[in-house]
């Protein structure tokens, strides 16, 4: 069973950080890139960033500079670390996998996890 599990959502203050974990099962963590979107009420799944089995990543231009993607394959878990929040950046977090790497866009990724809720209070 192939299964994505997004942990460390939470309520924060404006400036401050939060830490998402991805933990992956049932497929060969270490062969895939593991991207994160987000997605707010209302509004369209948007890209955050990604990070490829080699270890390159991307990031959109809202959170260049802010957000970092690692990765542990011993652990079978990517990161998503989130400094200067921003009261925009409120969304459900959701964790993806795909192999091999294709793009940015959601329809691209094969697999989700169930997602978490960050939220930054101003």
């Known amino acids: 069973e192939v299964q994505l599990v997004e942990s460390g959502g939470g309520l924060v203050q404006a400036g401050g950080s939060l830490r998402l974990s991805c933990v992956g099962s049932g497929f060969p963590f270490e062969d895939y890139a593991i991207g994160w979107f987000r997605q707010a009420p209302g509004k369209e799944r948007e890209f955050v960033g990604v990070i490829r089995s080699a270890g390159w990543t991307y990031y959109a231009d809202s959170v260049k500079g802010r957000f970092t993607i690692s990765r542990d394959n011993a652990k079978n878990t990517a990161y998503l670390q989130m400094n200067s929040l921003k009261p925009e950046d409120t969304a459900v977090y959701y964790c993806?996998?795909?192999?091999?790497?294709?793009?940015?866009?959601?329809?691209?990724?094969?697999?989700w996890g169930q997602g978490t809720q960050v939220t930054v209070s101003s």
């Open positions: 993806t996998a795909n192999n091999p790497y294709r793009g940015n866009h959601y329809s691209l990724y094969d697999y």
